[in-house]
């Protein structure tokens, strides 16, 4: 393997393959893009509940109005994303951005799943590593229940999903 | 004094089924709380055979219930308030059935009947268990008692309406007259509901202190099918949603469409988990709460839908039984929890590894992540209500939420899907590791080189970057994953071919039926992963909304779209307008769709149906959005949505594999030797044992 990677042409290829890849990237950014993209983060407000650029009941007289007012925005010189989304929130009240963007409290809605599934890798990473040490002491055995029944059953499970 | 027979009958079908149920209840946990319920001639055997017999009785009772309400529906009884409410005369008679489910009482009805059907399938194979049969039928019962109590107390549906009989109902809710709502409530709640037994059977053998693990193994086969029917209950409302809702989308994270997703994520994990405790007896604990959570899930997500507690479109009107929800998840969770630490000693085992590079290993971070994402969900359904309650002010939390905290979590699961069946139990050593990871490696690069050369580079798309990112990776993982199933397909099926000399076709059919269970897992995986490229798809979409008059014509992805005419017609059941677009591609006329707008008549309301043409690379997705006032154009939205086909492509592959893994092995012989010798031969993760 490492005579492999280590060979100057397997090199040149990824080299080339990247240069490739990367003509063109302008890092450009399409205004009908950004758009959609902030009409897809805000809610009509009309109760259907449903996301802006998606509100689709007939003669909904909120949706409209609102897409309208998202292209003024958008050429307002020097406006943000986050300064229009703040805008939208100050008219409409912080129901109308579809994902708690404020900051504050809002901030507990991000930080509480990432803080959660933080915890709960560094809790497994624990438990695997307590579960190696166990088996390191005392020799591994076919079974850890003692029910002189259940060996048969497991054999069986054994050669029905053994990998 | 009116006489209302059929609703008379259905009310007492009830109260006669709560009867029943509430004697199954007490005298089956008197019989077991008594020291013995041999077969023989007992008292308390006696008593226990009465409550299974009364337990399966409720089945007819409710079948009964059930009876009436339908005939009550298809005989106009708008006598009946939950018949006015829920239809009409003019309304075809599938959706007069499919009323059973539409509203409140009758979906409660539906449950409450299906866990009845349920726990006559287990009291009537009380054979292969007596004992622990007849706890679960018990705690079944328990569970029985409560639906009912609610039938029959909170949300009668044989309510009768006060005042003079109406001439005609108010109709069903136009977004249900669709093929697909007549099958999706029924499958989901086959899935939620099924739930109750294999929780019926972990909290029994946690109470009898039941030795070892053949409760799972006896449960097995619920789980599988429980799963299975809330897999095919989630997307087949996932599927009516894009084709009525007509918004081109299929899921919109609503609290309802959650509320279906987190048991969904807690079973999948259980369904994994088990695995360890069968053939290690590990984390005996742990499933134990699985299947707690699950099943509280279950009943939490239908707090959630009858509450107003959280806002949804899809919620029935607020009302006063989500407290009766409240208070039986509290006593749910108050005896699992007790019944816990009393026995918890009953469910000490010895967890061990013999590496960290192992199958069990996986299977941890499987459920981890399948957790985490449960909890994402829940926590984004919940969070409005927190924040209400810190702040003093509400919040939305809706779509770009859910897709940022959980595509990468979504990702990690399907690397996990990958190099799960590539690790051995116990240990895997390195050059094992090697061996089974060049091949998707070298898939999974060539395939993101590819894309980033031939198709998107994420850098160019500026705001819509992180999507493309996610999306490329997510083909790219799917090239890796497939290839490593692919790889262990082949594996097995050479060795077979060199025995038996039989082509590879049919060798890999033979390896299936071998081994049903681990290959119909890794068709389930290939499912899998094929719904996460249709998932994936949506990265690229593409959408376009234009005024189209007679001759107008919309260009979007390579169709250009021609007006030829758009009318209106009417009938008994609602009014109609809609438009007839000729479609081409390169020059060629290849279909003509009619989007249309409906207005129904009973209900006052409009629907959309959406004309859609789906190939295997994407769906041309038209609606009909309505007229412009000022020039009686007709608005015409139009949706390219790349790869959907393949997420209800992947979910017929996990349908299919799920049966097979639900199938039995070949023949007896078979399971006792040629796979252990298939096994021994088949050249993949070494084993290391101690």
């Not at chain 2, 499919?98 to 009291?123: D, I, P």
């Not at chain 2, 279906?260 to 079973?267: E, N, Q, V």
């Not at chain 2, 039995?664 to 031969?681: D, Q, Y």
Request: hydrophobic letters at 50%; charged letters at 15%; a positive charge.
């Amino acid at each position: 393997m490492r005579k492999l990677f280590g060979s100057r042409l397997l090199q040149v290829a990824v080299l080339t393959c990247l240069m490739v890849i990367m003509l063109g990237a302008s890092g450009a950014t399409d205004p009908a893009a950004r758009f959609n993209k902030l009409g897809h983060e805000m809610i009509c407000t009309c109760s259907c509940g449903q996301i802006l650029m998606e509100c689709n009941h007939v003669g909904c007289p909120v949706s409209g109005p609102m897409i309208e007012e998202l292209r003024n925005q958008m050429l307002v010189s020097g406006s943000t994303n986050t300064s229009i989304l703040n805008w939208f929130a100050a008219k409409y009240g912080a129901t109308v951005l579809a994902s708690p963007i404020r900051g504050g409290f809002d901030n507990v809605a991000w930080i509480a799943p990432l803080l959660v599934f933080f915890l709960a890798t560094i809790g497994t990473a624990v438990v695997v590593r307590v579960w190696k040490m166990r088996s390191t002491s005392t020799p591994l055995t076919a079974s850890a229940s003692s029910h002189p029944a259940d060996q048969a059953l497991r054999d069986r499970i054994r050669r029905e999903t053994e990998y | 004094m009116q006489a209302h027979p059929m609703p008379e009958f259905g009310s007492f079908a009830l109260l006669l089924a709560l009867t029943l149920s509430v004697y199954t209840l007490l005298a089956g946990a008197y019989s077991l709380w008594r020291p013995s319920v041999a077969a023989g001639p007992d008292t308390a055997g006696r008593l226990g055979e009465t409550a299974r017999r009364a337990g399966m009785s409720s089945f007819l009772a409710m079948s009964c219930a059930a009876l009436a309400l339908v005939w009550a529906a298809f005989t106009n009884d708008y006598s009946v308030s939950y018949i006015l409410h829920h239809t009409n005369k003019a309304l075809p008679g599938a959706y007069k059935f499919a009323a059973l489910w539409s509203g409140q009482e009758g979906s409660l009805l539906l449950w409450a009947l299906l866990l009845s059907a349920y726990g006559f399938v287990l009291r009537a194979r009380h054979r292969v268990d007596v004992r622990l049969s007849a706890y679960a039928s018990t705690i079944l019962a328990g569970v029985q008692v409560f639906f009912l109590l609610l039938l029959n107390f909170a949300a009668p549906p044989f309510a009768i309406q006060p005042g003079p009989r109406a001439l005609d109902g108010f109709g069903l809710n136009p977004l249900l007259q669709y093929p697909e709502m007549v099958m999706h409530p029924p499958m989901l709640y086959l899935g939620y509901v099924g739930f109750s037994v294999p929780f019926a059977f972990a909290l029994g053998a946690l109470m009898m202190r039941y030795p070892g693990e053949k409760w799972i193994h006896i449960t097995r086969r619920w789980t599988m099918v429980t799963w299975l029917f809330l897999t095919v209950g989630i997307f087949l409302g996932a599927h009516w949603a894009y084709s009525v809702l007509g918004w081109g989308g299929y899921w919109g994270w609503d609290p309802v469409e959650n509320a279906s997703l987190m048991p969904w994520l807690t079973g999948t994990a259980f369904l994994h988990s088990v695995m360890m405790q069968e053939k290690r007896g590990m984390m005996k604990s742990w499933n134990v709460w699985l299947i707690f959570s699950t099943f509280m899930l279950t009943i939490l997500g239908t707090l959630l839908t009858r509450s107003g507690i959280v806002s949804s479109v899809h919620a029935f009107a607020q009302s006063s039984i989500g407290d009766w929800f409240y208070g039986f998840l509290i006593i749910v969770f108050g005896i699992c929890l007790f019944t816990f630490f009393k026995q918890r000693d009953h469910l000490k085992s010895e967890n061990k590894l013999g590496s960290l590079v192992s199958r069990e290993s996986s299977f941890l971070f499987n459920n981890l992540v399948l957790l985490a994402a449960c909890f994402t969900v829940l926590w984004g359904t919940l969070f409005p209500v927190l924040s209400e309650y810190v702040t003093g002010s509400k919040v939305t939390v809706g779509a770009p939420f859910y897709n940022r905290v959980n595509i990468p979590v979504g990702l990690f699961l399907l690397f996990l899907t990958g190099i799960g069946p590539l690790l051995a139990w116990r240990s895997t050593s390195i050059r094992s590791i090697r061996k089974n990871f060049v091949l998707p490696s070298i898939a999974f690069f060539t395939m993101l080189i590819a894309l980033l050369v031939f198709v998107d580079r994420p850098w160019n798309d500026g705001d819509d970057m992180q999507s493309m990112i996610f999306s490329l990776m997510t083909f790219s993982l799917a090239a890796g994953v497939i290839t490593a199933i692919s790889a262990e397909f082949l594996r097995g099926a050479n060795v077979l071919r060199t025995q038996t000399g039989k082509s590879l076709a049919a060798s890999i059919v033979l390896l299936i039926r071998r081994n049903t269970r681990r290959y119909g897992g890794y068709i389930v995986h290939f499912g899998i992963v094929v719904m996460f490229i249709g998932i994936a798809g949506g990265a690229f979409n593409q959408q376009k909304e234009q005024e189209m008059g007679y001759g107008d014509t919309l260009t979007i992805g390579g169709y250009r779209l021609v007006c030829q005419s758009f009318t209106q017609d009417s009938n008994a059941n609602f009014d109609t307008e809609y438009a007839l677009l000729d479609v081409y591609k390169g020059g060629k006329k290849i279909t003509q769709l009619t989007p249309e707008k409906r207005f129904y008549h009973a209900s006052e309301t409009y629907a959309t149906m959406v004309a859609d043409r789906t190939t295997l690379q994407n769906d041309l997705y038209v609606i009909y959005e309505g007229k412009n006032p000022d020039t009686e154009k007709p608005i015409i939205k139009v949706f390219i949505n790349p790869l959907i086909v393949w997420i209800w492509i992947g979910v017929a592959i996990v349908v299919f594999g799920t049966f097979v893994a639900l199938v039995p092995n070949l023949t007896k012989a078979a399971m006792t030797s040629a796979p252990a010798r298939i096994e021994r031969e088949v050249p993949e993760a070494e084993v290391h044992h101690a």
